[in-house]
């Protein structure tokens, strides 16, 4: 059902010089530094539900293709926040599933899911509609075993450390449990303040006041405010945390007078932040919060460029997070230049940059990491988290900013049984990339297995202070 | 003079695997749902005049390169606009041609011309200065044959449909001709009527009143405007049109209230618009075309991003469409969204986008297409028409749209000789690209091949409704 | 210690046809038409000094990727605009750099530099920490030797011409000393009024009353201001010049009416410009240079897009031209439209644009130079400089451009020994790209070496007047 050579050059001899490349790596253990796994699988490690609430409610790159063909999502099982009523029998929405499978073609979707099937359930046909039904009976039994629980899967998929990631204000209260119940399984948090940095996410002003109640700061104030930062960053550090994350519309950065920035942060508690003051609040949190890494060691990460709820109507009936954010161009240059200007040669900091645009990794990216001590490129992202997506990535970026600056793989995501199918293809994708440079003398032989476990292993342990 | 396997890849194995899926499907008939080619060639069937005025004067494809190496434009005898004189002579056209057929080295229209001269008048050599005389006489004789009338070689390419572009206020005498002629090729009308929705274009006002006088609806009122557009579009469906098309500046659709939308066509009416304001109305139409869309079944097709008519002095001397339209940059995202808005997630609706700006494909188109269910890519369009344009295409689109969410093929040409040899380069790069998916082990063996004959045949005839 | 296929496609038949392109062209003279060498070098013949400065302290792609990685530019003997000390140990600088040689893995930097060792130096061991000082001892004593002197070395180089490129003001001392010199080799100079032409530079004022004096014109007006441009272009023709060079932040030109632009001027010369009306008057001088042009014939090079000293504390300790500009997106369709207007159209001016912004390739430069007679591509620049960046060049450009509205290679360089190394990636990356095209049926076998021998060779010398 896989090609044991998928992925790789189709050349021989340079099909040789990756599969060795990989063979040499493939084993490594998984350090996921950043995705979207609930920490309360860990933590109660009870059984997955069905398998359609498994494969296919929560993943958004599959339910948004069966959607561009006409399918409901409501008949996909997928919920509403408008309290309609949409499909709830598992085997119908999977059977729903198996007859669009075809539609997946070409897709790393189809990749991730092929390589789930087989290397976590064994399965070794083809989904479609003559299989549906095996492979619903098939899942759900292996479900209810033991060693499909989410901390054999863990340790079964031979992960060293997972990231989860929670908003500035959650207490914790799953990662508490894993740490409390003796597993051995290193299930870290990620320090995600988007709910209150953002004036224009709903609950804002909320947040902060709760964020407040929780630090025994006076977050009515912009010192308040930022010391209650420097608590909850301390909080999440006690569960793991080695990083924050930041997704904002851009990367746009700020570095204003204190007076300037306080003034800002009480329009914003007012809820009366232009769209462009909104804007220059997140910009001026992100410099602030890169001055607090330099204190705390946390890793800054940017994941900005996504257009979110593009749909009106799929906003209003399902909410947010139902495949409708769409990237747009992303200026990196100007964004960061405030940043970049305050703390960008402390070579102490690290700052990992992402994009949706990749028309900036070889103009923009790839130029500012190749010089800027503290920047570091973030593996490809979203839709780009893809075999023709990292070669690009690869193609466009190493020429300027090396291997160095950037930092393994991320999944970044929430499907728990993908993680393994896509380290996998993130693990080839590099050995392809790098036999090719040895074959076209670019590369000499004896840097290629250094590299190809720098790729894998090495970089994004000290990227991430993993 | 043409390799039997160009356009495959190099690898034996490879190249073997598609050459084997191209067999299968190059013999399928010709399905031409876009083009330019003029209804009168098949409404007459008259012979095509001479080689020069075949090959080279009305290909904006061939006499930009010449003029970028400093050949006048009068000297390859396209037409002045200002009354000033071209040459007439053929042979002399012909044979300035040929002095300069190196120009075209490594360009569509090297391979489509190659393709042309070989396939459709049997020649085994290369054009050139040595060659110039023999090919012209070659040419003239066999368009002199009954067997290269339009007709013939309609049916010799083996089309099954082909559709034209007409205007919203024309006659259409030439389409009713051909269906009065009882000759059974198929050749259908498509609605494009930026001559009625464009304020800033030549005669606006004039275009709108005489859709008036066609339909009988009162064009000075915003309703009745409307209804004349619902009538031109039943008469065009008489003769077979099953799609819209728009080509635009921009991707901007607008939804306006109706009253403001009145308000603005008053204003377009007067030749009262702002840029913006024209701007504005094109969008509001879009939308209003898509509702249409509803009730008719018409395709909208939308053609953004050239900058038209570029060099004045051109302009002046020439007139449009002269190779001096260039494209920009163009935005999808926020541009679509008061369309998508409306009308977006109707599965009985059909929009297909084409673009200049390949930097889209990957950022904004295939993640719009990927989830919006009205929504379709068109193929690489005008420079990406091309081996390089289509591969880069696949790779950037297929990952996040799938192969479902494409349209086959469009040559998009008035170059009648050259619809073959176009069609012959999408089909060989698809195969091209779909053995390299299944060489790598992205894509199953039995699955290619019914995804060849979906390239080429399957998804142009659903998407167009033909 | 050099892969003789390096960059050659691997596909064994393949890598035959470009290996065989290649050996044909390999040997041919280095025309180097645009290039930072100091004339200095050939016209006082000493020896360079030590290995750090031949090949670190200067070279911003080197000590660019060392600081990205924290190692302070101090330490690499980058000299400091603001007085504070630097190492200037040759030897502790070079095992600093040789530690860190890792970090060039996959760059061009990395291919210039292997080739400048073993080719300039005979040296046959990689550079790292345990043969940095057996390194820096060999190359020591070359560089005592006189066939290492920079007139030996541009001889063995096989170069025929080169040009560096000098202010509008500078005396041209060097290239006088040079012609006086006797010495047969063909060292041209270029004619770069950025200084004179930018009111944002620092001394503009300056620089313009010193083209005065220079020149015996009153540069206080308008008038004579363009006179004193013609009296320099004259002065540096003298030294060889075939060509003027402009590195603007954007592409944009103007065509002001001559009392606009003459009150643009005043305004520039009083310091009191805004920063659109600098912008204005630089897009303004594009057009007067073209016109100039037009009368003596310096072929016009527009080098746009990059955003300057982005970081604030670099420029003040460490000055311009350090690692820290960042390219941007950059405009060409409606930038050039002034110029293209006045100009364009003219067979005997030639204009050769760059970019730093790949988006522009297919989507911009190559539409526009496919049609305008006066506009020419220049090779990929800087961060493009390099075996991926020349591939996607070709690609990217050559179905709408064609080759012909290429120029060749520039080295664009200020590193001597790469120049050698540099020229050869791209006759090696271009026999590679018309291998595939031939293997491919996209260009005949007989048209290949001919295409080599004008991308290397004839195009550079017919498009520079060299």
């Known amino acids: 059902m896989l090609d044991q050579d998928r992925l790789f050059p189709v050349e021989p ?43 296919v409610t929560p993943d958004h790159y599959v339910f948004r293709m069966l ?13 509403r926040a408008d309290g309609g009523p949409s499909e709830t029998d598992g085997r119908r929405i999977w059977r729903l599933f198996a007859r669009h499978y075809h539609l997946l073609r070409g897709t790393p979707s189809r990749l ?34 033991p060693e499909f629980r989410p901390r054999a ?3 079964r998929f031979n992960i060293e450390v997972i990231a989860t990631t929670e908003p500035a204000t959650d207490d914790l209260r799953w990662h508490r449990m894993i740490r409390d119940s003796g597993w051995r399984g290193r299930v870290v948090t990620a320090y995600r303040p988007d709910g209150v940095i953002d004036p224009e996410m709903a609950g804002f002003a909320g947040n902060v006041a709760l964020m407040g109640q929780q630090t025994g700061f006076d977050t009515a104030t912009w010192a308040g405010y930022l010391d209650a930062h420097r608590a909850r960053r301390a909080y999440f550090k006690e569960f793991g945390a080695t990083s924050s994350d930041h997704g904002h519309p851009s990367a746009r950065t700020e570095d204003l007078p204190q007076a300037e920035a306080a003034a800002l942060f009480q329009k914003a508690l007012r809820g009366a932040c232009s769209a462009g003051e909104a804007d220059a609040f997140r910009g001026q949190m992100l410099t602030e919060m890169a001055r607090m890494s330099l204190e705390d060691g946390l890793v800054l990460q940017i994941h900005p460029g996504a257009r979110r709820n593009h749909s009106d109507p799929v906003m209003a009936m399902f909410g947010r ?10 200026d990196y240059v100007a964004a960061l230049r405030p940043l970049l200007n305050a703390v960008g040669m402390r070579p102490d900091l690290t700052v990992i940059l992402f994009t949706l645009d990749e ?21 490809p992202w979203w839709f780009y988290d893809s075999p023709e997506g990292m070669r690009r990535f690869r193609e466009m970026t190493t ?34 990339f790098l036999a090719t440079l040895v ?28």
């Not at 099937?117 to 299989?131: E, K």
């Not at 997070?321 to 992303?330: A, E, L, Q, S, V």
């Open 439 to 466: 074959a076209t003398g670019r590369l000499d032989a004896d840097e290629a297995p250094e590299l190809a476990h720098e790729l894998t292993y090495g970089l994004v342990k000290r990227a991430y202070n993993l």
């Open 359 to 379: 028309t900036s990794y070889a103009r923009e990216l790839a130029p500012l990491a190749g010089v800027y001590p503290c920047l570091r490129l973030g593996p």
């Open 112 to 145: 991730w899911l092929d390589h789930s099937f087989h290397h976590v359930f064994g399965i070794d046909r083809r989904l479609g509609p003559d299989t549906a039904d095996w492979y619903y009976d098939h899942i759900a039994d292996c479900l209810s075993r």
């Open 321 to 330: 997070d139902k495949g409708f954010d769409i990237p747009g161009p992303t």
């Open 153 to 155: 899967l863990y340790e």
């Open 67 to 79: 959607c561009s063909q006409g399918v409901a999502l409501t008949d996909l099982g997928v919920p």
């Open 13 to 55: 001899a340079l099909r040789d010089l990756a599969r060795g490349l990989y063979d040499d790596i493939r084993d490594l253990p998984i350090v996921s530094p950043h995705g979207h796994t609930d920490p309360r699988w860990f933590a109660e490690d009870q059984p997955f539900p069905d398998p359609a609430q498994l494969f």
């Open 399 to 432: 020429e300027t900013a090396g291997f160095y600056n950037t930092v393994g793989f991320n999944d970044d995501t929430r499907a728990f049984c993908s993680i393994p199918a896509r380290h996998d293809v993130a693990r080839r994708v590099d050995c392809a």
